[in-house]
């Protein structure tokens, strides 16, 4: 039985994860920390704590972290080397934020499995997009989110402008062509991602989280989209990444990799 803990578990993801963990056999809910974890009115058997430091060492084999940036960045690596593994959800960690995880990772001998999409359709979709781009001229992404998501873009939407990039630059293309000339309206033309492929993001009410990667080349369009209508749609890459995390070395980015196994 793995043991897990939540953090920001009165979140609308740690809920959710709370829920998935406890349908299954083989995980267990064991600690949920959250400002908010009253709200949970969680039984005696769960650890409960307002922030980590406040949760004893040893409360649970793995922690899922769904939180806000300035949270996990504050909490992360000093959890890493208080022994326990980590499966990290929240968006809007930096390049710094992964080194120091890394370090962390490395000196504890604990690990960590970051992905900023653990739907596997959206894992697919950045799959599929960097399979696409040796053979398009032109690309540009449109992330769609709530009305509450407090970063942008989203994390997925610059991981799959990474692909898109590196597999550009594998095939010696340089960034995509931007014909624009006057900018009437700053930022109409969207953020310039990695390797200067334009993210342009949506927030609005009703939408959970939503990606289009749209190619063009002469006379053609080729668009790839997917859709998380649910949050369930993420809990069986947070389940596999929970499973994995104790056999997997070191700090993996993205869930690409254990979806071969
Ligand atoms: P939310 O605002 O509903 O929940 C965040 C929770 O974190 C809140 O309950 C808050 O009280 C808690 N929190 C804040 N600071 C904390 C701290 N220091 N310690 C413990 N808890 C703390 O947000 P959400 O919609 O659940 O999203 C959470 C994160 O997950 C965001 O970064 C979002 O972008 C990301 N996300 C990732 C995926 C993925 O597949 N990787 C999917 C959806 C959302």
Do not use: C, W
Request: no cysteine.
């Amino acid at each position: 039985m793995i043991r897990v803990g939540v953090i920001g578990a009165a979140g609308r993801m740690g809920r959710n994860v709370i829920d998935a963990v406890s349908a299954t056999d083989d995980l267990v809910v064991s600690a949920a920390v959250d400002p908010r974890v009253d709200e949970l009115g969680l039984g005696d058997s769960v650890a409960v704590a307002t922030s980590l430091d406040r949760l004893d060492d040893g409360a649970a084999d793995v922690l899922v972290d769904f939180t806000v940036p300035d949270a996990a960045r504050g909490h992360l690596a000093t959890a890493l080397r208080r022994g326990f593994h980590l499966v990290v959800g929240t968006t809007g960690l930096t390049e710094a934020d992964l080194a120091e995880l890394r370090e962390a990772s490395a000196s504890s001998g604990t690990n960590a499995i970051v992905a900023a999409n653990f739907a596997i359709g959206a894992v697919l979709l950045m799959r599929f997009a960097a399979l696409a781009a040796p053979y398009f001229e032109s690309v540009e992404i449109v992330e769609l989110h709530h009305d509450q998501k407090v970063d942008a873009p989203s994390g997925t939407a610059l991981a799959t402008a990474r692909g898109i990039a590196d597999a550009r630059s594998g095939a010696g293309m340089g960034e995509p062509h931007d014909p624009t000339t006057t900018v009437v309206l700053p930022g109409a033309r969207g953020g310039s991602g990695p390797g200067g492929v334009p993210i342009h993001s949506v927030r609005l009410p009703g939408l959970v989280a939503h990606e289009e990667v749209l190619f063009g080349g002469p006379g053609q369009g080729l668009t790839i989209r997917h859709d998380s209508y649910d949050r369930s749609s993420f809990m069986s890459g947070v389940l596999l990444a929970v499973r994995s995390v104790e056999s997997r070395p070191g700090v993996t980015i993205g869930l690409d990799v254990l979806l071969d196994g």
